[in-house]
């Protein structure tokens, strides 16, 4: 049975975002659960519940084996492709036109923060908005790719004859420098950091956090399960994200 929202802890949390000069929110792959798409770690609903990651989204794996690459991660490309944002991501979008966050860094490759009106997203990780040619560098839209698979059900480019790949982050890839520069200048210039959908566990994201408290920032935590930042928060909410930035704006108003 879903936790019933603590009007008192939400209260708090709009007070510490009224208080916040410098908010920033960090979010991870709880926030889309409530769209349908599973999380990473949860025991048989997982994303990586049944499958190493390492045998079939790594980049070696891409060069070395495109046809099990694709086996698993066009699929992918096909549950995403028509999951719509949830009123947690829609929530986060309203604090953003509001002024009362900066913007949204994310672990993320579902664009859903940006389908949902965010305009200042960092896609840490990447997007399955778009792909590209390893060749000549040619982009293709998330609706495009369908028409450029070929018989061995391998991605490649409809203008030189390449490999395509996701313009995501796999694993043994190095996240973007820029991109990264951007979300550290964030979290060290935020007073607070509302973390929501994400253990924090992943480096260097993970890391995020202790920026801001480094800088005298404070944390905000909405996610179910243990951080480990759980003691450091000024307010941990447990409930469905959903329901409780449903709640938050609610509150604000």
Known sequence: MERQVTTHEVARLAELLGQSQRAVALTGAGVSVPSGIPDFRTPETGLWANVD????????????????F???YRPRFQSLGDKEPNRAHTVLAELERRGLIEGVITQNIDRLHRAAGSESVIEVHGSIETS???ACGASFGLGEMDGLFDERGVAVCSTCGAAVK??????????????MQRAVELAEG?????????????HPVAGLPQLTLDAGGRLAIVTA???PYDAEAKLKLEGGVDIELTALLAALD
């Open 132 to 134: 590209s040619c390893t």
């Open 166 to 179: 996701p313009d995501v982050v796999l694993f043994g890839e190095l996240l973007s420098e820029d991109v």
């Open 53 to 68: 990651p390492m045998e079939v989204a790594h980049i070696e794996v891409f060069e070395r084996d495109p046809e099990r």
């Open 190 to 202: 935020a007073d607070l950091m509302l973390c929501v959908g994400s253990s924090l566990v992943v």
């Open 70 to 72: 694709w086996s698993y």
């Open 225 to 227: 399960g243990e951080t």
